[in-house]
Structures are given as C-alpha cells and as structure tokens.
C-alpha cells in the first residue's frame, strides 16, 4: 500500500494542495514568466525545480491563462519537442516548430509554455550538432514574436555549459531564477503541515521535526527535498504497518482515488530516533527492492544470471552518477536490448530484460514513456553510483575516454595511439559500448599494426642495403690482384660499412626520438602534462639541441604550472566566496579565467564568477541602503566607508540598470564630502 507522500515523483498540479514551503519562488516566477520570453530555473540537484514549475507555477494559471508542454530530453531533444508540439497541434509532420505554436494557439486561445525540464541531460549525453539545432531552434521561436514563453530547467553545475548557448540568444541569461536549498524553518513548516494534511500526529511536534531533519541533514550543508518525500513515505509505510497491519481492508480504502481521508497515525520520538539515517533509509529501500525482485524472478527461472537486476540498474547511470535514459525497441513481451548495452546485459536476454524493467518501474525505481526508461531520481543514480567497484569504476571512465576519442576522430580523423590502445584493450569488451566505437578501436588497432610494420620493413631495407654493400666490397677486394689495393680496399670497405652502421644507428635514434615526441604529445592531450615532460627530457638524452623537444618540454612544464596556478585561484575564489568576499572571490576568478587553459578546465570558474556576480547585485543594493541610513545618522565615516565599498562592486556588476541607487549614492556624498568626518 502506498503513503500519500510524493516518494520520488515530483509534484504535478492535482497535487498543489499538498505543496508546502515555496510560496515566494512560486511568486518570483510566475511574475518573471508573465513579463519574460525565456526564462532560466536552475539549482542543485534535489532543491525541487521540476515540482515548482509543474506545480506551484501550473497551480498560479487559470486553465484559460496558459498551454504548458513539458519536454525532457528523450533520446534526442529536438525530436522530443517536435513530437510534443505535433500532438498538441494535432497535424501532421512539421517542417517549422514556429507553425505548430502558432496552430496551438489558434486552437486553443491560451499562450504556449515550452518547459525544458532537465536540460542538463543534452550536455550529458547530447551530441554537438543535437545541442546547435536545439538552440537555434529556441532562437527561431523567440524571433518569431509567437505567442510563446520558453522555460529552461537546470541543475546548476551545469550553468557554465551555457555559454556557447549565449553567442547564439545573448540574452539567455538575463532573466533567472536560482532555486536555493530549502531551509530549516521552511522544511519544518513543510512536514508539520504535510503530516497534518495526511492526519498524522507527532509526539513532540518541535522535537520530532527536528529529529526528521537531523536524520536528513547528517553533515550536508542543504537537505534534497526528494529525500524528504522518501524519509516520510517510508516512515508513513512503517508505521501503518505496525498500526494496522496488512488485513484492514477498509483503512486501505482509505486512500484509494488520492481522497482526502486518510487513516490516523502517530510519528513518536522512540520511532523516529530507531528508523535511522536518509542514507540507510535509501540503501535499504534499494537493496530490499533488488533483492525480492531477483528472488522472485530467481523462483521462476533458475538460470537467471545473479545480481541481474544490479546490472541492469547500473546501466542507467552514467560514469558521472547521474541517471541515464535509455531507449527500447520491441514488444512488451520481448523487449530488445540496447546495442550500447548488449555486451553488458546479453546474458540477461531481451524476455527476461522486459519483465525485469516492468518490476523496477512497479516498484518506483523506474519511470518510462513511450519506451523511454530512466531512474526516477538523481539521488537513486548516486547511490547506485557509491556502490560501484574500483572496477566499474576505472571500466566507466575507459568508456567514457574511448567514446570521447571517437568522437575526435569523427572531427579530425585522429586514430587511438598506441599507449591508448594498450590501455584500453583488455577492457574494450567488456564495456557497453556502441559497435561502431569497437570498429574505431579495431581500425585503430590496424593502423597502429601497420605503422609498425612499415617502421620494422624500413629497418629491414637498411639492414640488407648494408649486407649487400658488405659482401659487394669483399667481392671487389677478393678479384683484386694487387695486395697493397686489396688492403686499401678493405681498409675503406670498412670504414663505409663503420659509417653506414653508423648512419642506421642514427636512424634508429631518430625513430626512437620520434616515438618519444609522438607519446608525449599523446600524454599532453590526456593533460598529462608532467608524464609528457618526462618524455620530452629523454628526447633531450639523445640529442640535447633538439630545439622541438625543448620546446615541448618548457610547454608542457609551463602548462603544469597553469593548472596548479588555476587550481589555487579557484580553491581562493571559492574560499572568499564562503565568506562572503565578494570582490577578492571575483578577482581570483576573473585571474584564473584569464589563465591560458582549455575551456573545459575553465568551467568552475565560469560557475565562480556567475555566482558571485549572482551575489554583488543584493550586496550592492543592501550597501547603498546602509550608506544613506548611516548618511541619514550623522555617520558620515561609515557611509563613505560604504560608497567605497559600492563603487567597487558596482565595477563588476557592469549594468545600466542602476540609476536609483547612484542617485543615492550622489546624494549621499553631497551630504558627506571626504573632508568631512563628522
């Protein structure tokens, strides 16, 4: 039986009677989604972005105020949107989203909201031609001037992915909302009003609530809203069963067709304090899932591969613990297995694999649409992602760094090196990875093979070329006639032969510096800068005037020392921002921007500076605000003391959108010139 609590769906509009404790985000977006075309949500992981736009934003619309059509990736996200306005619309195939909104609206007289929920997922796993059409095709609905708001959903560590998005549509990021982890006096107010809803009593209110939150918190700086919902419908699943057991049909009636009564319970201090940790709770829900489920299957069909279900599990989430969604072809019956997951899931089989899927999706771990499979949170993906081994581990980022280099080679034609496939070749199958990604390995492999050969064939000429010259001269030297030539001759055999040994050990060196070059450049990719100067300094062994190694050397160690430059900037910037430095974190982050890094390495600080800037807009306007009441007080030393401090944010903000607190700030140095200290 289950609770009425949400567990880990997120809350939809029938639920909004139920949804506690974001009134004034609620308030915030609603009125930032009536005055804005496109509009950013974003937040970390669990802080409850998807209930606040399908919920408490759908419970401030009338029906006849909006058209809302929520959009998640999907396999591709472009064709996930096409198909959501197609059905909406109601015809056929489009050849421009712009027409599909604009017969939406024709039929049904209401704006059109196009929410993209989750739009981390194109970063994840999109490919680059899937994230250029996605977003010129949300620049070609904003142009149109259609009747059409667009809302994007982010988790926030993915904010800086954004900014190729902003040389397309450079105003994507004006108009934001950052979702903040609840806090505590909203998430007492959240269970206390939850449990009165849903008739359950606490024993000691303020303590028990507390309690929850303790048992939630444990060491985090935030609590993910999604752990709540699970702590109190497994408490709720608990306590019922201790109350009434499993026989009381009527109190199961209860709750059937979501009415709005339902059965009494108490949540007592003893209890609470015995039912543990989140991480416990969510551990042993998760683990008492996989194992009935393999023990019932294991009942039905002996030969049921072990820990299948852990298996499939796993293949829903990717090398970076967040949860992968995953397409199925077949019947309901038979569904056929994934080609990136065949290798992986083959001794499964396709059968078993569709009965399987349908158990998790029973059981809350799975949710699908239209064949369309995914864990029903993040927070399932990490703990999933906490239980791997070493060596799921080290198999996931092979596949991750194999699949990065096939798509290099798709773009430059690049094929592994040799050390790559050295690496990777006692793992190659044993990962879940697409076929073409092993053919790109195979010819790899069969280009290394021949390159090989060709510098072995090579050697192979020098070496005959000097057997053949060899026996040439004993020749000449043996149908010689005169002595004294004949040792002439033999003499100057041997000093040639001494010189071409000589020239083929040099070529030997040659190669060998060669292979030394090639391996480091290799390791300079891979940003192993350290281990690719170590290459180079053997180069340097064999020839110490080599100008390229000695380039690449100093390179490679002047790059080293950028990334540990880089590390301390942003390790300082983070530290200010903590506490509340606002300009120092600034500087540290606008320092390590500027360092001449690749732009992947420069993401954090990207994050960095939004946040801070994020940060100095209401840090700039309480400063004003002090400054004209100390002005106003006669503390003129202090209110300087704030102009100054004003001014310096105000250099970073960067906005024309702050005449009213200049003016205060004007006015306030009339009233306190400099040489006044009174």
């Known amino acids: 039986m289950r609770s009425p609590f949400k567990f880990l769906d997120a809350y939809v509009l029938k639920d909004k009677e139920y949804f506690f404790g974001r009134e004034e985000e609620v308030v915030s977006l609603y009125h930032m989604v009536t005055k804005n ?111 059409c708001r667009v809302i994007f959903i982010l988790r926030e560590e993915y904010l800086a992915q954004l900014y190729e998005f902003e040389k397309v549509i450079p105003s994507l990021l004006d108009r934001r909302l950052r979702v903040e982890q609840m806090s505590i006096t909203k998430l007492k107010e959240v269970i206390t009003k939850s449990c ?140 056929s297995i994934p080609e990136d997951f065949a290798q992986q899931w083959k001794p499964i089989g396709n059968q078993l694999l569709g009965i399987i899927l349908k158990a998790l999706e029973d059981r809350r771990l799975l949710r699908s649409e ?78 290394a093979i021949k ?69 480091g450049r290799s390791q300079m990719a891979l940003s192993e800068y350290l281990l690719a100067s170590n290459q180079f300094e053997l180069v340097l062994t064999f020839d110490s005037t080599h100008r390229l190694a000695d380039s690449l050397r100093k390179v490679a160690i002047e790059k080293a020392a950028v990334k540990n430059e880089y590390e301390a900037l942003l390790q300082s910037g983070q530290q200010a921002l903590e506490l509340g430095q606002l300009i120092v974190a600034m500087n540290q982050f606008n320092k390590a921007i500027a360092l001449p890094l690749e732009s992947d390495f420069l993401r954090d600080a990207r994050i960095g500076i939004i946040e801070t800037k994020s940060r100095m807009l209401p840090a700039f306007r309480k400063t004003v605000e002090a400054a004209v009441i100390f002005e106003k007080a006669g503390a003129c030393d202090n209110a300087l003391g704030d102009i100054k401090r004003a001014k310096e944010l105000l250099r970073f903000l960067n906005r024309n959108d702050l005449q009213d607190e200049l003016k205060k700030l004007t006015e306030v140095e009339k009233e306190c010139p400099t040489s006044n200290s009174g």
């Open 37 to 147: 075309r496109l509009i950013l949500v974003y937040g970390k992981s669990g802080t409850g972005k998807t209930s606040l736009a399908q919920c408490g934003l759908a419970g401030r619309f009338d029906k006849t105020d909006w058209y809302p059509l929520f959009v998640k990736r999907g396999e591709n996200i472009n064709r996930s949107i096409t198909l959501v306005i197609e059905e909406a619309a109601q015809i056929g195939p489009l050849d421009h989203l712009a027409d599909g909104i604009m017969e939406i609206y024709a039929n049904q007289l209401r704006p059109v909201y196009l929410i993209i929920d989750q739009l981390e997922e194109l970063f994840i796993l999109g490919t680059e031609k899937e994230r250029t059409t996605f977003i010129y095709n949300i620049k070609t609905i904003l142009e149109a001037q259609l009747p």
């Open 370 to 447: 239209d064949r369309l499979y995914e864990l029903a949170h993040d927070s399932l993906a990490a703990i999933i992602d906490q239980e791997r081994t070493d060596e799921e581990r080290q198999l996931a980022e092979i596949k991750r760094r194999l699949e990065n280099s096939y798509h290099e080679y798709l773009i430059s034609g690049a094929y592994l090196t040799p050390k790559q496939i050295d690496q990777y070749e006692d793992f190659i199958y044993k990962l879940p990875i697409a076929p073409e990604v092993i053919s790109f390995f195979k010819e790899s492999q069969a280009m």
């Open 196 to 335: 009165t809803r849903f008739n359950i009593s606490l024993e000691e209110p303020e303590k028990n609530t507390q309690q929850i939150i303790d048992r939630l918190n444990a060491g985090r700086v935030g609590i993910h809203l999604p752990y709540l919902q699970v702590y109190l419908d497994m408490l709720w699943q608990e306590d019922y069963q201790r109350t009434y057991g499993n026989g009381d049909d009527q109190v199961k009636g209860q709750l059937n067709g979501h009415t709005n009564s339902y059965p009494a319970l108490t949540f007592d201090t003893k209890e609470i304090e015995n039912f543990g940790a989140i991480e416990d709770v969510l551990q042993r829900f998760l683990h008492q899932q996989e194992k009935e489920i393999q023990s019932q299957l294991s009942k039905k069909n002996s030969k049921i591969p072990p820990e299948a279900v852990r298996t499939i599990l796993d293949g829903f989430v990717t090398a970076e613990g967040t949860k992968r969604p995953i397409q199925f072809s077949g019947t309901a019956k038979e569904i």
């Open 451 to 519: 390159k090989k050969k060709q510098a072995r064939r090579r050697r192979h000429f020098i070496y005959l070329g000097l057997f053949l010259f060899s026996v040439m001269m004993a020749i000449a030297a043996f149908i010689s006639n005169n002595f004294r030539m004949q040792a002439e001759e033999e003499r100057t055999n041997a000093q040639n032969t001494l010189q071409a040994l000589q020239e083929a050990q040099e070529k030997e060196k040659q190669l060998r510096i060669e292979s030394f070059i090639e391996k």
